[in-house]
């Protein structure tokens, strides 16, 4: 069973910056590609960002040139940094292991003045 936990949501005003980071339990991060996904309310779960074992990127439209996502294999925690923040930015914050579907608990961002 991987355990997923996310961290580093809270109330940022518009324009600013926060970091989100999502720590997985066990052998298998290393293997699998790993995913940020959000929720707000009254909408489905979208993908924010994704990077695969090798590195590879993808972001979604709505975030390009604004989120970064990275790994670090050795210490089990992928990333994301969130720049230039919006109100619609505002939603549930999901971490993904994608070789087993596993998620975290999620951490709630608010951008709001």
């Known amino acids: 069973q991987v355990r997923i936990v996310e961290s580093g949501g809270g109330l940022v005003q518009p324009g600013g910056s926060l970091r989100l980071s999502c720590t997985a339990s066990?052998?298998?991060?290393?293997?699998?590609?790993m995913g940020w996904y959000r929720q707000a309310p009254g909408k489905q779960r979208d993908v924010v960002a994704t990077i695969s074992i090798v590195g590879t990127i993808t972001y979604a439209d709505s975030v390009k040139g604004r989120f970064t996502i990275s790994r670090d294999n050795a210490k089990n925690t992928v990333c994301l940094q969130m720049n230039s923040l919006k109100p619609d930015d505002t939603a549930v914050y999901y971490c993904?292991?994608?070789?087993?579907?596993?998620w975290g608990q999620g951490t709630q961002v608010t951008v709001s003045s």
């Open positions: 066990g052998n298998i991060f290393r293997l699998s590609t």
């Open positions: 993904n292991l994608q070789m087993t579907n596993s």
